[in-house]
């Protein structure tokens, strides 16, 4: 049962310091929410960056605690301590190349962060546990758009295995302990407040500063670029609409007999690369050097979201164009760095 007054409920958001859990933490302090937030604060990139998100959600109903998902008494006093009725869990070592260079950070993070989370809401009878998944756990499927009723047993990256993982395991939680679980596979998510990894930052960066863009697999990339904003309107219209057993469970995967679902959030139009460079090309009005390198291990040619599940069970698809984030991005990145 969800707890009854929307706005008595207390709602923890992992992650709260990186790119996706500050925009839904701060979307949810905007709709009179009480918000707790943890973070470890890593310094896979900009820890500044991390702060001043932080800074940002300076609110009288904002709690934000310095945890590692890892550290199980940390994460038990936690709940002990605020008793979340809904948890977000968008903490996470991120990155898919990153995975090949430092593995048991994902490990550490993404399964041994996971049970504990896991576990904390068996004990503490959270209404709805939402989670990221991601993209990567299709591998090198060929069969597009990417449904969540594919097979999805080839990841190629350790970072995809850990988002399947966390599939596998919440469904044990859903079907043990009826935990509510929602496991979302996100679509390369770009915006405003970005992650400085990920393409848009990288080559919006080097091409302001002159320096040349590496573009993977000659620009024979796609991607279901999906902005920041699409994302968290999903994650919010999902919060009340925990899953229900499903009882022809074997005829849809992403379903279960117990309480448990998984999603696709795309923008379900997938961009070539080329395209998208174009699109940042125009709006800085300068042309990128680009340095055409092979595909890299670990990385994909192509991803596309099937969202009808999205749009049966919330009434929601994204409809950001990639000209609009694009632009929105640019306008950010410069006010940040004070770039005229
Ligand atoms: N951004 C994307 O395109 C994308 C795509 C698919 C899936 N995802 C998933 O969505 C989630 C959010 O991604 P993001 O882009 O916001 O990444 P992010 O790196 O910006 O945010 C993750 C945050 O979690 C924190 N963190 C990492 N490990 C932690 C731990 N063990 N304990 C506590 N905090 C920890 C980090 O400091 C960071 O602030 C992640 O699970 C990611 O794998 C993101």
Redesign the pocket.
Known sequence: MITPNKNERTILV?????????HVARRLLHMGQTVIG?????D??SVKL?QDRLQLLNNSQFIFEK????DREAVTALFAKHKPSVVID??????VRYSLENPFSYI???IV?FINILEACRHHHVDHLIY?????VYGMNKKMPFSVEDNVDHPVSL?AAT?KANELMAHTYSHLYQLPTTGL??????GPWG?PD?ALFRFTKAILEGNPIDVYNHGNMKRDF?YIDDIVEGIIRLIDHPPVPNPIMGLHPGTSHAPYKIYNIGNNKPVKLLDFINAIEDKLGIRAKKKLLPMQDGDVPATYANIDDLIRDVGYKPDTSIEEGVSKFIDWYKDYYGIK
């Open positions: 992992t992650g709260t310091a990186g790119f996706i859990g500050f943890i973070d470890n604060l890593n896979y990139y991390k945890i590692e998902r890892e968008l903490a996470a070592q991120a990155g550490d993070s993404n962060g990221a998944s991601s993209s990567s970072y988002k596979r996100f679509f390369t998510v770009y992650r990920m999906t």
